[in-house]
């Protein structure tokens, strides 16, 4: 239909347009319900784990996605890591640091601890029952790891399983190689699956994948790594691969949202995850106002290098502007008045994917929640210090200010000697430890200030598209 024609249907009553506006919108409902995210509204989410949960880096990129993804869907996701942890510690902190959070999910990852490294050294291969030795921490492993399931089960939590990360024996790195110590987690992994499928619950496999994706990634290059010069902790790339393979088995769909629009046949016009309105054609422009439901995701600088490595944009990331039928030639996208970028015809009948634009106003808003975020998990950090401390260290307790020096000087006054290496140590631990704890209140009021601005920062607004023929 030429455009003329759809000037003439602009300027009559808009009752056909808004009952297609209606049929799209109750689509969307459909599809909306069909994606079903695991997480769900006002959910307490503990990620429980060891170091490699103690870093967040993981479920930070997943509490972002859900919260540029499902901006109506206000989470509470909570660090319950602790460096060192093997699956009996878990155990022995679920009621003061686990359950004292009232979870109502409880996604569960250890492992790399539970093998014992001490047991993959040059020396210990050649003690004539290590093979038995291994076995006998391997076993502990899987019946510590059921404990925990059944404990958090009982507690009426919906529990998410995760498989171990890799440990990296193949790159070429200075830090001494331990043979055997990543097939003993893929043995683990592989109790995680039976256990998953024992109890029904989800598994989200990470050693698989990133064992794949690191032996590719080392082709080219033998020093290259997804884990971190320790061979055992995933640095920024790492943890943005295992956000992406959690979302992934989580069943997350790839559109933040997508607009189709048809230049010769109005009626076809497609929309997923927004609402269209205000829909205008010229001979050189076509202009619309947009309101996604969603926000795209900002990919953090030091995690970009991953995007190499897994499909997320594509898989999970996608925000697509479709325009067909347009006269063939060059067109300026322009949102709220800003130029975004050039386009010819046939990109735009293809279709083209905002998702990684950085100056698009979408975009511009999720950075904005992303450095939100950052500031959050900062302190974050030094709470969750404190908390490790206390479950590791000082007996498992959660302790105010004043039962923090109270241990303190308990602890000091058993030393005696002020020379010892135990006292000196105890004053070392309280010099690192007591002026964090002080900050310990302030840092939780700000926190929960963050947090409450994240899920009001985050809301989409409508948007005003141009495209104009150059």
């Not at 909570?78 to 060192?84: Q, S, T």
């Not at 921490?137 to 404990?147: D, W």
Request: aromatic share 10%.
């Amino acid at each position: 239909m030429p455009a003329k024609q759809y000037q003439h249907i602009q300027r009559k009553p808009r009752i056909m347009f808004c009952g297609l506006l209606f049929s799209m919108l109750f689509a969307f409902a459909i599809s909306a319900k069909a994606q079903n995210p695991v997480f769900k509204q006002g959910d307490r989410v503990c990620f429980v784990g060891n170091s490699i949960t103690y870093n967040g880096g993981f479920f930070h990129q997943i509490a972002l996605y859900y919260a540029t993804r499902y901006p109506d869907m206000k989470l509470d996701i909570i660090n319950c890591g602790v460096p060192g942890n093997v699956a009996g510690q878990v155990i022995a902190r679920m009621d003061s640091d686990i359950l004292i959070n009232k979870p109502t999910v409880a996604v569960i990852k250890l492992g790399m601890n539970d093998v014992d490294k001490t047991l993959y050294t040059v020396q210990a291969a050649k003690q004539p029952d290590i093979a038995q030795k291994r076995q006998q921490v391997l076993a502990t492993y899987r019946k510590n790891y059921e404990i925990i399931i059944n404990t958090l089960l009982k507690h009426g939590c919906r529990v998410i399983l995760q498989t171990p990360t890799i440990y990296d024996e193949t790159a070429a790195l200075a830090d001494v190689r331990l043979p055997g110590r990543n097939g003993a987690l893929k043995l683990c992994a592989g109790y995680v699956k039976e256990l998953g499928a024992k109890y029904k619950l989800k598994v989200v496999d990470y050693w698989t994948p990133m064992d794949e994706i690191s032996r590719k990634y080392q082709q080219a290059d033998s020093t290259k790594t997804i884990i971190g010069p320790d061979r055992v902790h995933p640095g920024p790339m790492g943890h943005f691969i295992m956000a992406y393979e959690f979302l992934k088995s989580t069943e997350q769909k790839p559109m933040v949202s997508s607009v189709t629009i048809d230049a010769g046949h109005l009626n076809k016009t497609i929309i997923v995850n927004g609402l269209l309105s205000s829909v205008k054609f010229t001979e050189v422009k076509i202009s619309f106002d947009w309101r996604e439901n969603s926000l795209p995701f900002a990919v953090a600088k030091d995690a970009q290098p991953a995007l190499a490595l897994v499909p997320f944009q594509g898989d999970l990331n996608r925000e697509i502007v479709k325009v067909s039928a347009l006269k063939t030639g060059n067109y300026n996208l322009l949102i709220d008045g800003k130029p975004v970028g050039s386009f010819s015809a046939v990109q735009l009948s293809d279709g083209i994917d905002l998702a990684q634009n950085t100056v698009t106003p979408q975009y511009q808003q999720a950075a904005k929640i992303l450095a939100l975020f950052q500031q959050y998990w900062q302190l974050e950090a030094k709470v969750r210090y404190l908390r490790a401390l206390e479950a590791g260290r000082m007996g498992a307790r959660n302790y105010s200010v004043a039962g923090a020096e109270e241990f303190f000087k308990t602890k000091l006054a058993a030393a005696k000697d002020t020379s010892s290496t135990t006292y000196k140590t105890l004053i070392s631990f309280q010099n690192d430890y007591m002026p964090v704890k002080r900050q310990q209140a302030e840092m939780i009021a700000k926190m929960k200030q963050l947090h409450d601005s994240i899920y009001t920062e985050n809301k989409p607004v409508a948007h005003h598209f141009e495209i104009a023929k150059q």
